[in-house]
């Protein structure tokens, strides 16, 4: 089945720690992007890739590393520098040559130990 | 700064009783417009895109229009399963970036 797959669903992070939430997809499709979602809010763009390679902060950078090998991987790392890490983190992918609508996986909710 | 607002924040409605979403953008050079379903602790889900003013998209119970200001979802004869967030989202300028609403949260009881 053509997807996102997002993991792992469920992290804890300790304090001082970095961790990594992965997002991988199969639909062949050359932009990728890293939300954040608090309770009540919208989503809000932490990074974006359009190609391989290259990538951009959106408006909520600061604390988060993202990098981009290869087409079909995302990941993102919440560093330390990230005081309030307590959140649902939704990975999504488009196809920019075809309507770019974005596709969302399943999302990993972190929390802080 | 792109803005998108949604209203009502949450919703309550009785099973098969009618209403409507809406979703007011201020944005220069709107490339699209999205509407998304999202149940609790999963990933968005998307309904429709709509591109220029006076378009209309119709999923079952889901019809979603567009002006030049604002977009309504509209929900006919609502049941249980439509209970979910629902998500507003703008495409402008020159990048593929999305802005996103709060969302519009109903509730459909039996």
């Known amino acids: 089945d053509g997807g996102i797959t997002q993991s792992p669903k469920y992290l804890f992070r300790k304090e001082g720690q970095n961790v990594t939430l992965s997002c991988e997809q199969n639909?062949?499709?050359?932009?990728m992007y890293w939300y954040r979602q608090d309770p009540g809010q919208g989503l809000r763009l932490i990074y974006y890739?359009?190609?391989?390679?290259?990538?951009q902060k959106g408006d909520i950078a600061e604390g988060y590393s993202v990098s981009r090998e290869k087409k079909e991987s995302f990941p993102l790392t919440v560093t330390s520098a990230q005081k309030n890490p307590t959140a649902f983190y939704l990975c999504?992918?488009?196809?920019?040559?075809?309507?770019?609508?974005?596709?969302f996986g399943a999302g990993t909710r972190l929390s802080v130990l | 700064e792109d803005q998108v607002t949604q209203s009502p924040e949450a919703l309550r409605l009785q099973e098969g009783e009618s209403s409507s979403l809406n979703c007011s953008y201020t944005?220069?050079?709107?490339?699209?417009l999205f509407w998304y379903r999202q149940d609790p602790g999963k990933g968005p889900e998307f309904l429709f895109t709509?591109?220029?003013a006076g378009e209309e998209k119709e999923k079952e119970r889901l019809k979603a229009t567009l002006t030049k200001k604002e977009s309504f979802l509209h929900i006919t004869a609502p049941k249980p399963e439509d209970s979910a967030t629902y998500l507003c989202?703008?495409?402008?300028?020159?990048?593929?970036?999305?802005?996103f609403g709060k969302g519009n949260q109903v509730v459909v009881i039996p």
């Open positions: 999504a992918s488009s196809d920019s040559l075809a309507k770019n609508i974005q596709y």
């Open positions: 639909l062949n499709h050359d932009a």
């Open positions: 709509l591109y220029s």
């Open positions: 989202a703008v495409q402008a300028g020159g990048n593929n970036r999305l802005a």
């Open positions: 890739s359009q190609i391989v390679n290259d990538f």
């Open positions: 944005v220069s050079g709107l490339r699209g």
